[in-house]
């Protein structure tokens, strides 16, 4: 069988405060958009600014710490690996979605101290 690789390293900012959902058992999810800005020249040569979101998901104990270090504007590098997932919206219509599950997370926010 060969080896399967599903990795993604990003880094940018968040675009909002983390939204946290708890569920029985002690169980916890946390969802943030994360924003990345890319930048070039356009066939004009103009200056271009094109900003891609990607929304991140944290479970349990990383949920928390999301939650508690992660808020809007906050620069951060995660790694972690694409998540698929179809579902019905509340009018009927079937979505698709591809979320990032968070591995690893690196707050690049210099501190106050610093």
């Known amino acids: 069988m060969?080896?399967?690789?599903?990795?993604?390293?990003?880094?940018?900012?968040?675009g909002a405060d983390v939204e946290v959902k708890a569920f029985g058992k002690g169980k916890k999810m946390a969802r943030v958009n994360l924003a990345i800005n890319e930048f070039f020249r356009s066939a004009n040569g103009?200056?271009?600014k094109k900003t891609q979101w990607f929304t991140?998901?944290?479970?349990?104990?990383?949920?928390?710490?999301?939650e508690e270090q992660?808020?809007?504007g906050s620069r951060l590098t995660i790694?972690?690996?694409?998540?698929?997932?179809?579902?019905e919206?509340?009018?009927?219509?079937?979505r698709y979605a591809t979320d990032i599950v968070v591995d690893?997370?690196?707050?690049l926010d210099?501190?106050?101290?610093?």
């Open 79 to 87: 790694e972690g690996r694409l998540n698929n997932s179809v579902y």
């Open 46 to 48: 103009e200056e271009t």
């Open 2 to 14: 060969e080896n399967v690789i599903n990795k993604v390293v990003l880094s940018g900012f968040a």
């Open 104 to 107: 690893a997370l690196t707050l």
């Open 110 to 114: 210099k501190s106050k101290d610093q």
């Open 89 to 94: 919206s509340k009018d009927g219509v079937k």
């Open 56 to 66: 991140l998901v944290f479970w349990n104990a990383k949920a928390t710490m999301a």
């Open 70 to 72: 992660i808020k809007k």
